[in-house]
T-cell receptor, first 113, second 113 residues
Framework: DTGVSQDPRHKITKRGQNVTFRCDPISEHNRLYWYRQTLGQGPEFLTYFQNEAQLEKSRLLSDRFSAERPKGSFSTLEIQRTEQGDSAMYLC???????????FGSGTRLTVV | QQPVQSPQAVILREGEDAVINCSSS?????VHWYRQKHGEAPVFLMILLKGGEQMRHEKISASFNEKKQQSSLYLTASQLSYSGTYFC??????????????FGKGTHLIIQP
């Protein structure tokens, strides 16, 4: 298994544009999380999927943020009408059970100019 | 509520020991510990569960005091590879992971030869 993959690694976009990030978790992991990390801070929880069901989305930062996991495998995180404050590292993580630690992907670094 | 980590930074000589603390104002179900090197994804070290035992992985161990809502990470005979930023992530209830983890701001550990 190659671990958790995220694509792209880096994204530079103009303010107001929409962006979409992809995460491919470890294949047998049914739990998938999205986090955001800014410089000097720990990761900040955004949303959680168990299989294809999005069980927690109240922590998404605004209604410009949305996430999907249509077939319970890969997931996408979309940010509409990007703002400079959205610049951050977006991390995806997966796990097998609540008693297991997370495996994080390498992240997508978003820069909004 | 974000857990508070202390110290914020530690500089050690190779072979010395270190303790990193994580405190929460709320009752906790579990505490995760992760290490993140610059530009890389956080890597899972260990998880401590309410009612569980102290964990150990090689020369790194951790404890969880449920009554005080505190966890400590112990690094014994530190190696150069231990350098990085250590994060604790806390889970308030046994909701099956749906609430995600709340991470502290991290402790920067520098090991010098």
């Amino acid at each position: 298994d190659t671990g958790v993959s995220q694509d792209p690694r880096h994204k530079i976009t103009k303010r107001g544009q929409n962006v979409t990030f992809r995460c491919d978790p470890i294949s047998e992991h049914n739990r998938l999380y999205w986090y955001r990390q800014t410089l000097g801070q720990g990761p900040e929880f955004l949303t959680y999927f168990q299989n294809e069901a999005q069980l927690e989305k109240s922590r998404l930062l605004s209604d410009r943020f949305s996430a999907e996991r249509p077939k319970g495998s890969f997931s996408t995180l979309e940010i509409q009408r990007t703002e400079q404050g959205d610049s951050a590292m977006y991390l995806c993580a997966s796990s097998l059970s609540p008693r297991d630690g997370y495996t994080f992907g390498s992240g997508t670094r978003l820069t909004v100019v | 509520q974000q857990p508070v980590q202390s110290p914020q930074a530690v500089i050690l000589r190779e072979g010395e020991d270190a303790v990193i603390n994580c405190s929460s104002s709320k009752a906790l179900y579990s505490v995760h510990w992760y290490r993140q090197k610059h530009g890389e994804a956080p890597v899972f070290l260990m998880i401590l569960l309410k009612g569980g035992e102290q964990m150990r992985h090689e020369k790194i161990s951790a404890s969880f005091n449920e009554k005080k809502q505190q966890s400590s990470l112990y690094l014994t005979a530190s190696q150069l590879s231990y350098s990085g930023t250590y994060f604790c992530g806390t889970e308030k209830n046994s909701g099956g992971g749906a609430d995600g983890l709340t991470f502290g701001k991290g402790t920067h550990l520098i090991i010098q030869p």
